[in-house]
């Protein structure tokens, strides 16, 4: 197959798919016209997130077998349209969901120990050992939203402490032996911290708003390494400053970009403003799934399925 790769990726990804006998052609520059000008010739694209591939792009790709998204998520392809022309989807949430189950329980054990603050404390020669004063993970009860691959793994990260895991997902009978799923109204009635692992959808699209939160019973902790659309920034601010969210821990925001790899390019919002400066927020660039390893293991998940489906 003629295969078209429209963001780098691990280098492995190209080598075995060669090794294969697939011809692979590498374009990170050209516009999304001028790619959709040859789209045609290709039997496959890779891609991470550079643009969306939408409908009149996929109209032009008449000889598409496959999309291989080098990610969890499918949100940037008209997946309805790629359905109906037989066209396979084949995305890599394997390959990421131990990183983004770390870096969660990274984020809220520093939020927790107030780490962040710590250290740029020390740094500045202060030492206040009681304005730092922590919390203990073991005796809360955790609420997991979104139980799939990137929801179980955090589960599984949490065994080791002696914690209350609930789960909610849509899908019924996804509990384990790491999480009791539970209804939506339940988890908000008896979590103390909350972690999202949704995927972008019409449901999960502002999901987290004022109504939302204030349906918890009592104050807690959110850990949002999912989607940034998923939370209000606007609501979530307001909760942090009234205490009904205690402190949050953010690896994505609702501000950045579709390609995910920007964020000040534009005049900063207020309630970005607020995050920036906020000593109960925890802030990373949206790299929960984005480590040493992950990079690989992305681009075999994404190898491992061509194989599975074309050989």
């Given at each position: 197959?003629?295969?078209?790769?429209?963001?780098?990726?691990?280098?492995?990804?190209?080598?075995?798919?060669?090794?294969?006998?697939?011809?692979?052609?590498?374009?990170?520059?050209?516009?999304?016209?001028?790619?959709?000008?040859?789209?045609?010739n290709y039997d496959g694209i890779i891609i991470r997130s550079r643009f969306r591939?939408?409908?009149?792009?996929?109209?032009?790709?008449?000889?598409?077998?496959?999309?291989?998204?080098?990610?969890?998520?499918?949100?940037?392809?008209?997946?309805?349209?790629?359905?109906?022309?037989?066209?396979?989807?084949?995305?890599?949430?394997?390959?990421?969901?131990?990183?983004?189950?770390?870096?969660?329980?990274?984020?809220?054990?520093?939020?927790?120990?107030?780490?962040?603050?710590?250290?740029?404390?020390?740094?500045?020669?202060?030492?206040?050992?009681?304005?730092?004063?922590?919390?203990?993970?073991?005796?809360?009860?955790?609420?997991?939203?979104?139980?799939?691959?990137?929801?179980?793994?955090?589960?599984?990260?949490?065994?080791?402490?002696?914690?209350?895991?609930?789960?909610y997902d849509i899908k019924p009978h996804v509990g384990d032996e790491n999480a009791?799923?539970?209804?939506?109204?339940?988890?908000?009635?008896?979590?103390?911290?909350?972690?999202?692992?949704?995927?972008?959808?019409?449901?999960?699209?502002?999901?987290?708003?004022?109504?939302?939160?204030?349906?918890?019973?009592?104050?807690?902790?959110?850990?949002?390494?999912?989607?940034?659309?998923?939370?209000?920034?606007?609501?979530?601010?307001?909760?942090?400053?009234?205490?009904?969210i205690l402190g949050a821990g953010l690896d994505v925001l609702e501000y950045e970009?579709?390609?995910?790899?920007?964020?000040?390019?534009?005049?900063?919002?207020?309630?970005?403003?607020?995050?920036?400066?906020?000593?109960?927020?925890?802030?990373?660039?949206?790299?929960?799934?984005?480590?040493?390893?992950?990079?690989?293991?992305?681009?075999?998940?994404?190898?491992?399925?061509?194989?599975?489906?074309?050989?």
């Amino acid at each position: 197959m003629n295969i078209l790769h429209l963001d780098s990726n691990h280098p492995l990804l190209i080598e075995q798919l060669a090794a294969l006998g697939h011809t692979n052609h590498e374009d990170y520059t050209s516009s999304k016209e001028a790619v959709e000008a040859k789209i045609h010739n290709y039997d496959g694209i890779i891609i991470r997130s550079r643009f969306r591939i939408d409908a009149a792009f996929l109209k032009k790709a008449t000889k598409l077998k496959f999309i291989g998204r080098v990610g969890a998520g499918l949100e940037n392809i008209d997946t309805a349209f790629a359905a109906a022309n037989d066209i396979l989807l084949i995305a890599a949430p394997e390959g990421n969901q131990n990183a983004v189950g770390e870096h969660a329980l990274g984020m809220l054990l520093a939020l927790f120990n107030k780490l962040h603050t710590a250290d740029r404390e020390v740094r500045d020669g202060k030492w206040q050992r009681e304005a730092n004063r922590g919390l203990e993970l073991d005796g809360k009860t955790v609420g997991i939203i979104g139980y799939g691959h990137m929801g179980k793994a955090f589960a599984k990260k949490l065994r080791g402490f002696d914690v209350e895991v609930l789960c909610y997902d849509i899908k019924p009978h996804v509990g384990d032996e790491n999480a009791q799923q539970v209804s939506l109204e339940i988890l908000q009635e008896k979590a103390e911290l909350i972690s999202l692992h949704v995927p972008h959808t019409a449901q999960t699209f502002q999901m987290v708003d004022a109504t939302f939160i204030h349906k918890f019973k009592q104050p807690f902790w959110l850990i949002n390494t999912a989607r940034g659309s998923c939370v209000v920034t606007e609501d979530l601010v307001e909760a942090l400053e009234s205490k009904t969210i205690l402190g949050a821990g953010l690896d994505v925001l609702e501000y950045e970009k579709s390609s995910f790899e920007t964020l000040f390019s534009n005049q900063t919002p207020p309630a970005l403003k607020y995050l920036l400066s906020a000593h109960n927020v925890i802030l990373s660039p949206h790299v929960a799934g984005w480590t040493v390893e992950s990079h690989q293991k992305l681009a075999q998940t994404i190898v491992d399925k061509i194989v599975n489906y074309f050989h």
